[in-house]
């Protein structure tokens, strides 16, 4: 079979690393990739968002099936183009992903679905908005409707602070496009769980819960980022709770999305915010692996990710058995000196692993080759990811390999996975 993978972070070398392994495959290219993925892939240079360049090389080069890692080529409708030309991929319509760009849209069908969530209202004019804030109790939560990078939503702790996110967003162009609606939601305080799931339109088969942490300071303190580490199977998501979310969250809002004609193929993911009293409440939907989260759930993954996901694209997921490692996993990254505002690229990487192993893996988020060397590229640079019997162990595994791995800035957060220890 031959793959290609779309996007070019930590998720992405997740997937190509899972995909490699697959005995069925017999060509895989990643666009546009990046230094890491470049040890599984062929990178090839096209970017996630160039949807008539990625069709033609899809059609070009005979793909049986295309994978997409990011959000944004699914919420431009990459899916409906290749459906158009015949090409199969995994990943949602746009009408479909519209679970993830659009927050209103995943309201009203939570609403309709009765999926447990926030309470929360709509708006895209600024006096009923700030009119219905000053009826909240804080603290409350205000959300950019569209696409915004995971930045577009703001905790305010004050009457005054609601009332300047929502004028900042309605009537500031802050977020652009993204914030020219507003969604105004009730603030539930709790522990978060990352719930993933393969979905056909018909049949959802849940990933191992999974938590990630996404501030930039330990004991989850700072700037929220794109998130500093992750480990699975998260305690937080026990057996009866797991069940809970597959049947009041997830199927909903599968079958909601058929009945609304917009049948979801791909990844549904399900972040939860899990109350004290245990009842889960659901914060956001994406239509896509998650990241960090990727890079500790893929390893845990027994079955071949490809028999899941062809699978899934001819919607036959209720005649598969998905297995998973009894293991855990840990994953710290390691960022750039001034993430998440600015940083320098272009600085070389020493101490990385010749090779990756089962229970050790370096998946590359944002790197590059300059002259032979391997540099950093981004924010988020690399995922080092141990697997063990218990969380302690593998977190141990995973500091180790860590310190090891040496860049001029590198910073990361000694504490991952601390709420389980
Ligand atoms: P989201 O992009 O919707 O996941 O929101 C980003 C972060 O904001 C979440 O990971 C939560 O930590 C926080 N958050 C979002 N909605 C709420 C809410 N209703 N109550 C409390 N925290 C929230
Ligand atoms: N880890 C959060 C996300 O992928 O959106």
């Excluded at 969250?249 to 993911?269: C, K, M, Q």
């Excluded at 109350?275 to 239509?287: C, I, M, S, Y």
């Excluded at 028999?307 to 209720?318: F, G, K, P, S, T």
Aim: glycine share 10%; hydrophobic share 40%.
């Amino acid at each position: 079979m031959k793959v290609l993978l779309i996007g070019n972070g930590g998720r992405e070398h997740a997937l190509a690393w899972k995909i490699a392994q697959s005995p069925r495959l017999t060509k895989l290219y990643c666009a546009p990739g990046n230094a890491g993925i470049a040890q599984e892939a062929e990178c090839v240079p096209i970017k996630a968002d160039d949807l008539s360049g990625l069709t033609a090389f899809a059609l070009q080069e005979q793909i049986d099936l295309t994978i997409v890692g990011p959000e944004l080529p699914l919420s431009m409708g990459i899916a409906d183009e290749f459906r158009k030309a015949k090409l199969r991929i995994f990943g949602p319509t746009r009408n479909a992903a519209m679970i993830e760009s659009s927050k209103s849209f995943a309201k009203e069908l939570m609403v309709r679905e009765h999926i447990p969530t926030a309470f929360s209202r709509a708006f895209d004019r600024l006096e009923p908005a700030l009119a219905y804030i000053d009826t909240c109790p804080m603290p409350l939560v205000v959300k950019a409707d569209g696409l915004a990078q995971g930045k577009g939503v703001i905790i305010c702790d004050t009457l005054k602070e609601a009332k300047e996110a929502v004028t900042g967003m309605l009537e500031g162009q802050q977020f652009g496009q993204a914030g020219a609606k507003v969604v105004v939601e009730e603030f539930i305080e709790g522990e978060e769980l990352t719930v993933m799931a393969f979905a056909d339109g018909r049949t959802v088969i849940p990933m191992v819960p999974a938590q990630d942490h996404k501030r930039i300071g330990e004991g989850d303190t700072g700037l929220n980022t794109g998130g500093m580490g992750a480990y699975a199977p998260a305690p937080l998501g026990t057996p009866a709770l797991r069940e809970r979310i597959l049947k009041d969250v997830l199927y909903p809002a599968v079958t909601g999305l058929s009945r609304v004609g917009s049948p979801f193929y791909g990844i549904l993911y399900a972040g939860i915010m899990v109350r004290k009293d245990g009842q889960p409440f659901v914060l956001e939907f994406n239509a896509r692996f998650g990241d960090p989260e990727t890079q500790v759930v893929l390893p845990l993954l027994k079955t071949d990710l490809l028999d899941v996901i062809e699978a899934a694209v001819q919607h036959r997921l209720d005649q598969i058995q998905v297995e998973w490692h009894d293991q855990a996993a840990v994953c710290v990254v390691l960022t750039s000196d001034g993430y998440p505002g600015s940083y320098k690229t272009g600085i070389p990487i020493t101490g990385l692993p010749l090779a990756n192993s089962d229970s050790m893996v370096v998946f590359h988020a944002g790197t590059a080759n300059e002259d032979g060397a391997t540099v950093t590229n981004s924010g988020r640079v690399l995922g080092v990811t141990a697997l063990d019997a218990t969380i302690r162990g593998a977190q141990k595994r995973a500091y180790e390999a860590v310190e090891s791995i040496r860049f001029d800035g590198r910073y990361y957060r000694k504490d991952i996975a601390h709420r389980v220890l």
